[in-house]
């Protein structure tokens, strides 16, 4: 059964340190897996990642896939209090499948 | 450009009863996402609609859960009965179908939450 999984579960920091997050994942078919932010509301979409090895990058934010060891890690950078959310990794499969795992709640402190 | 709105954000129901759910997607998004999200989990698929056909709707308990995209715009999902497990955020999301069954993004409304009591 394809499934996604996230660590760690839940993380606590203070503003300034940099954190990783890190996916893995089984999945048939791999297509591309996505990193989401969620807040209070709706997740949103950070990064798109197809290709072993290209960093994408937004801002503070970064993350990279490695397919053959089937994981991706998503990097913060001076972290700020705004960065408070659920992290979530989804992977898609070529059957238009997309798995989400359970996320990672991040909490940063002033 | 307008996002995916859904209807009730909030609804509380007892259990035997039943609740619809509303969403209008983003324009000219073919593609139309009903999720359903418990406390501490990520997101898990409900069903899928391609326009107003159904792509996917394996993992949709359809004893008490159904769907519908009739014109292929709005969508609707229903529970009758509802049960206490059903007491999650529902999240419509949409998105572009570029070909080849490739899309691109999701983008998410704002959930209806739901408690059963």
């Known amino acids: 059964e394809d499934k996604v999984v996230q660590s760690p579960l839940s993380l606590v920091v203070h503003e300034g340190d940099t954190v990783t997050l890190n996916c893995s994942y089984e999945?048939?078919?791999?297509?591309?897996l996505l990193w989401y932010k969620q807040e209070k509301k709706a997740p949103t979409f950070l990064f798109m990642l197809t290709s072993s090895g290209i960093e994408k990058k937004s801002g503070r934010l970064s993350s990279i896939l490695d397919k053959k060891e089937l994981f991706s890690i998503l990097n913060i950078t001076a972290t700020q209090t705004g960065d408070s959310a659920i992290y979530l990794c989804?992977?898609?499969?070529?059957?238009?499948?997309?798995?989400f795992g359970a996320g990672t709640r991040l909490t940063v402190k002033p | 450009e307008a996002g995916v709105a859904q209807s009730p954000r909030y609804k509380i129901i007892e259990k035997r009863q039943s609740v619809a759910f509303w969403c209008n997607p983003i324009?000219?998004?073919?593609?139309l996402y009903w999720y359903q999200q418990i406390l501490g989990q990520g997101p898990k698929l409900l069903i899928q609609?391609?326009?107003?056909?159904?792509?996917?709707d394996s993992q949709l308990p359809k004893d008490r859960f159904s769907a519908e995209r009739l014109k292929g715009v709005d969508s609707t999902l229903k529970i009758q009965p509802a049960k206490l497990e059903d007491s999650a955020v529902y999240l419509c999301?949409?998105?572009?179908?570029?070909?080849?069954?490739?899309?691109?993004?999701?983008?998410f409304g704002e959930g209806s939450r739901l408690t059963v009591l």
């Open positions: 989804a992977v898609e499969s070529n059957n238009n499948d997309m798995r």
């Open positions: 609609f391609q326009n107003n056909g159904v792509v996917d």
């Open positions: 324009s000219g998004h073919a593609t």
């Open positions: 999945v048939t078919n791999f297509r591309s």
């Open positions: 999301a949409s998105s572009l179908f570029l070909g080849q069954g490739y899309r691109g993004e999701l983008f």
